[in-house]
């Protein structure tokens, strides 16, 4: 770690009125310097996109923790693009480490491609800047809300001792984002243990039937209910079936691991 005040910055998808981001900002206060740079307005599912409907306008936002400790922006802009605008124009340098979250809403399984909260995380690490992405399991009523019934204290508690980590260690050259899953009901002692992903979907999208191709189709999405899908070891099972905090390690390298000449022999027959 650096000898200067860690400088960290925090982002989410859920935008900058989420109290899951200020519950992280407060927890990362007494760790280092804590810049918040989030979206203005709900951005769940942006994945990394960076669309250029989006007006980049920036705009300070008033910090309700630190007494003016956190310099805090809005964005109108998707999560990636918050990172981008933090790293390239508001911060005066690269920070330290970035922490996406804390999500409304796990962000287990193959779904983590959709994930803003992920896809911030990925910007920063194309930066070879270090990340995390925080997430607590939630209701899916509560997922796309700002609901003040849902705890954030234990997620932020273990968000600042994974934040800690990265910072102080280095990390094994292929993990480029550690994703963590707290589950509901968690305290600030749950074990944890490292994952791999599922492949067994955590959401199963529907679309409301519609009489004609020119109506609304509107997509939503329930969580799979059949629980013994998920198999042991993955993100999904540790944090939704051994009540863990499942903490995954993903890579920006997305070339799959197999063997060239297995994938070789396997085309030319």
């Known amino acids: 770690m650096s000898l ?29 310097k804590v810049w918040v ?26 910090s309700p923790i630190g007494e003016g400790e956190i310099e805090a922006f809005s964005v109108g802009g998707t999560p990636a693009q918050a990172v981008l605008l933090a790293l390239h124009k508001i911060l005066p340098g690269l920070p330290d ?25 990925i910007e920063a690490a ?10 607590v399991e939630t209701s899916m009523e509560q997922e796309l809300s700002h609901s003040l019934e849902v705890d954030f204290s234990a997620a932020a508690a273990i968000t600042a001792v994974f934040a800690d980590l990265m910072m102080g260690r280095q990390m094994p ?24 992903l599922s492949l067994d979907p955590v959401y199963i999208p529907h679309i409301r039937r ?41 890579s920006i390298d997305m070339t799959s691991r197999v063997s060239s000449a297995e994938l070789e022999a396997c085309l030319r027959g």
């Open 4 to 32: 200067h005040e860690p400088q960290i910055l925090i982002t989410n998808d859920d935008g900058i009125a989420s109290p899951g981001l200020w519950a992280a900002a407060g927890a990362l206060s007494r760790v280092g």
């Open 37 to 62: 740079v989030a979206p203005r307005e709900q951005s769940t599912s942006a994945g990394r996109s960076t669309p250029p409907t989006s007006d980049g306008s920036i705009a300070a936002w008033p």
């Open 97 to 121: 480490l970035v922490i996406s979250g804390i999500n409304y809403g796990t962000n287990a399984g193959p779904g983590i491609t959709n994930s803003g909260t992920v896809g911030a995380a």
């Open 126 to 135: 194309a930066h070879h800047i270090p990340a995390l992405a925080v997430s």
């Open 173 to 196: 050259p292929d993990v480029h984002v550690l994703k963590v899953e707290v589950p509901a009901g968690a305290t600030s002692h749950t074990p944890w243990e490292v994952t791999r």
């Open 210 to 250: 519609s009489e004609s191709w020119e109506d609304a189709h509107r997509l939503w999405y329930t969580i799979q209910p059949d629980r013994s899908t998920f198999q042991p070891g993955t993100d999904a099972h540790t944090v939704l079936v051994k009540r863990m905090v499942a903490v995954t390690p993903i």
